[in-house]
């Protein structure tokens, strides 16, 4: 079978199952069971393939089919130019996370600092502004040991574990330590709205990471009370938020003696990200 027969067939049985991505995704899955680039085998349609990649191949599009995220499946995505290990105890990095560690970085360049990472989960936020603060250390915390590995190993990955330290605990168990940044991507959708999720979302990435409680400001609360307290004076506080949830946050963050500095906003025009000042 050839390479180009093997894409249609891959790209047929995603499309009978409403895969919009369903082209690509073929594309993606064939480029990981041959080990070569995306482009290589679009110039070597004509090339015959083997009858232990087929067989492979047609594993990968089964998952895809069931909507699996071809992230969980490839075991990696990318995420400010850099390659990230995923697996099913972390959520996907996202774009629109990269807008708040594109501000954090222009903002706080050149600065030496310590950031504390609440909910860590690959580690891609923190590990992303430390390659740009070249000075600064940071700290990574979340209640799953699996996550804690994955965090880890991104690390190490990318040349960065002596400027960081992982720990499996809760946010709610940090005292004695001041930080200069915390940033946190918590929990924010609505317990009511999980069903509504995608399904790729909804059967895959792992629930503890979505669900922010009745009103979805749950987990975005404590992290604004504990930062009002581990947060040196003037230290930023960068947040996360779901779509329509930036008044409410503001506010929050104004009763606890916070100001807003940014308001960062989605390719879409939503506003995702909150990044405030402690005041004295």
Known sequence: MQILDLLNSGSQKLKSNNVISHRLDSEILLAKTLNKEREELLINLNKKVSQQDIKYFKKLIFRRSLNEPIAYILK???FWSKKFYVNKNTLIPRPETELMVEKITKYLKKKN???LDIGTGTGCILLSILSELKSSKGVGIDICREVIKVATKNSIKHNLKHRIKFYKKSFTEIYNQKFDLVVSNPPYIK?????NLKADIKNFEPKLALDGGNDGLDVIKKVIYKSKEILKVKGMLALEIG????KKVSIILKKNKFSVRFLIKDYKDNVRSVIS???N
């Open 243 to 246: 779509n329509e949830q930036f």
């Open 277 to 279: 000042v402690k005041e």
């Open 76 to 78: 990696e995505k990318e």
């Open 113 to 115: 600092i310590i950031i």
């Open 191 to 195: 317990k009511k709205e999980l069903k």
